[in-house]
């Protein structure tokens, strides 16, 4: 696909200041300045066939240095920070490095050759630094040890350095000597560099797919077309989900496609059969299949279809949350952490405290709805879309229609938003089978309705505290119990062992407060709602809850939040210079004027601890401004700062949407929810300011990005609710709760 | 875990027993030189593969040494973990190993691996595969030989990226258990697991 015709995209419209002219700017990206990744970014990017000196590195002759990337391309960077980690190490010339994704069909025949193809966990820079590091130290090792053969002197009299390799008074490029290169196996691979060596890694360079964001070639899923495809519709049952005995009941009963059959474009209805797992596997649905997408869309709006709905119809929010209620007294509750005697200690203490909170399901709402594009032929197939697990899309690919691995082969594409949401590959196995039946490359993309009903969604969680406050203020004993619809109880239900899932209660079991008597335990009430990670998982319903108990315990001891963190936090260094550095750069005060209010919340996901200061102010008839959110974080170290500082803001817009505006509500066993109309989102006029300041302790800790500066601002705005308001929120969203003070 | 407790050590064998050479037509000659079955130190293996343990190998102490594993100190992932189990055999008199079983206890099911020898598997056992391992943990493997002697040993793995569960959690589960055991709290092992109990 070329982007040398100026398309309806590459327009920049700008219109006269004064005299209401209107200009029409033109961009053309420059020769230099264009395609350091392919507009479709699972192919090369330079048209050479460069030498492949190691799986990860392929060098051209013109010394273009083409870096692969493991990972998937949702916003987060890591289509610059990855081969940043490789460039450090191989001493290329920047200018020379360009990118494409890794092969998945190549990960899974060369023995996992790119080890870990899967984005999740903010773990792409943190889990692969090590190895990328490696590969790039091994690529100039070798480049180095071919210019001293040839040179016949030896490799410690060779430098390396901006693609250039010297000695005394000889000189060689990188692409003189890549094929050579390539042939050299060291006896010994060497060592990498440790941080304090770093020139290259901890700068902010510009990223490698603005540009082609900006000028809008970039190929997200949504975007692929081939050569003879049709586009296909689809209406799972509105009621997704659910365990292996309420979906049998859950059915298409039928549709009648001879009242679409005339429309203009339509080629087929195909009826989808279930397959495999309740939520992540093929639901009963229809397919509608046409020439467009538009006109599959309307015909499948217009096609009558009868569903029967099945026992789950009779489920509802009100329902699910009074069944969590009340298991909060229920029997049975899986002990996951016990120090002391905190039942003990909270009876005997000199104040008790408790309350109860509780947070929804909440969508992930990617702005691209989910899509997949399969093409079949007799020798291959070939599977498009923006995939988080490209090796897990290849296997449910193959073991839908039934195909050896090997013949498959995936192409990842930009992700118009992932967020946990693009790593389930049911949308993948659903397209196959659209593909199979209709006998033509297919693309198949969800409406924005389909992408709410069918989810798969954040869990819902109900918890319990109680505390003991001693006579010095300081707590004496804590207690948990959450009530919480577990991801694994479902999806790998041999992981749960006595009803104990202990990653979804992250942020309770391992909360880091210097509390002698702790106890925490957990029930399991899982709902037919499918549900997957959401950005940060269980943290980020879990850290609005027991952040914002901290602070209703801080204020019965008649503590300062700040300070009582700091002080039940003594013994952990990070977290000592993180709420330091908080208090100092957001001017800390619980004394402003009634009407405005700062908050506190604190948490650790992924290895990153993060600590969050909001301001905000509350009209009195309770109408809530965010104004500013102070974020300050200990990471341990930074690949480029400039990325992970986007990542801290697009973290905090998400958690502000959780905070104050995101639900999913269930009426008669549906998702109530279906546009942006009844699932609001942040919006730019609602933006707070945002600052950022790295506090890091550097050393082993190689925090993730992605993720963890997204539970604390639930927390923070809701604890600068009460100081402004004299108000406690207790459940998610704020919506839900009156904010007038008088 | 509970320690297995010690039982009767096999009797140790006469200096002068013959030495069978595989094949041979049975000429023999008197070793002067044999291995002792020293006394050695006994292994603790968790407690559900000893049941495993029993069914394939009958009851006994597992004593320390004469199998040793090969295996990286740090897998940057559990996906394919590559593993050498080496056992001593044969022994001079002729006992060869007979039985080798692996087990991962942080891994959903905790036997990895169990293979089945007879005197003609030669006399360098060596054993090598790929394993996948979920998280950090402990592998451990049992020979038994064919004079129903067990021997064990046991290596760390430290996984950075676990490979059968999305371990998303297992920095902040380790931080936790390092922060409990800085502050002088004891965590018992059935909670120190994180979504997988060790050793289901």
Known sequence: MTHLDITRRNFIVSTAAAGGGMMLGFYLPSAAQAANIANNPWERP??????????????????????????????EGIFTSLPMIVAEELQADWKAIKAEYADANRHIKNNNVYQRMSTGGSGAV??????????????????????AKDWGVTRADVAAKDSVLTSGTKRGTYAEFATKAAQITLDKEPAIKIPDQYTFMGTSVARLD????????????????????VYAAVMAHPIPGGDAGTRAQRTLKSFDFNAIKARPGVIGAYELKPQGDTTSGVQPGVAVVADTWYRAKTALGLMPIQWEMGPDVAINSNGLFDRMRKALTEPGAAVSRKDGDAEGAIAKAAKKIEGVYESPYVAHACMEPMNCTVAITNDRV???????????????????????PNNVYTHTT?????FGRRSRNDEVRQAAAVAKLAGKPVKMVWTREEDFRQGTHRPMAVTKFQAGIGADGMPTGLWIRSVQHSITAHSRPEAVVNGLDNGAIEGFRTNVYNIPNQYVDMHIRNSHIPVHFYRSVAVSQNIFQIESFIDEMAQAGGKDPMQYRIDLTKDLPDYQLVLKTLKEKSGWTTNLPKGTGMGIGLSVAFGTVVAQAATVSVTRRGALTVEKIVCALDCGHLVNPSIAEAQVQSSIVMGLGDATIHEITVDKGQVVQGNFDTFPIIRMNQMPIIETHFALTGGDKWGGMGEPALPPTAAAVANAIFYATGKRVRSMPFSHTDLSWS | MNAVPSQTLMAPRPL????????????????????????SDTIAFPNNSLSYIKTAMGEGAINQGRITLDLPVLAETGNSVPITFNAEAPMPDGTFVKRIMMFVPGNPEILGADYILNPLSGSNVSIGTRIRLARTQNVYAVAQYSDNSRWGTQFNVLVTYGACVEDIFAVEN???????????????DELRGYVVQEGK
């Open chain 1, 46 to 75: 330079t048209a050479k066939d460069g030498q492949e000196i190691n799986a990860w590195l392929v060098i051209d002759p013109d010394g273009t240095v083409t870096v692969r990337v493991a990972q998937s391309e949702m916003g």
């Open chain 1, 126 to 147: 943190r889990l692969s630094r090590v190895y990328l590091q490696q590969a790039g130290a091994s690529a100039r090792e070798r480049l180095k040890e071919a210019a």
């Open chain 1, 210 to 229: 603005t540009p082609l964001k900006v000028n809008g070639t970039a190929t997200f899923g949504i975007d692929v077309r081939l050569p003879g495809m």
């Open chain 1, 382 to 404: 070939d599977v498009y879309g923006g995939f988080q697990n490209p090796p897990g899309a290849l296997s449910v690919v193959a073991d839908n229609l039934g195909v050896q």
């Open chain 1, 414 to 418: 930009f992700l118009g938003g992932g």
């Open chain 2, 16 to 39: 002068n027993r013959r030495m069978f050479l595989l094949g041979a037509g049975g000429l023999v000659a008197t070793v002067t030189l044999v291995p002792q079955f020293a006394k």
């Open chain 2, 174 to 188: 380790e931080e936790y258990l390092k922060r409990q055991e800085m502050r002088g709290l004891t965590v018992p």
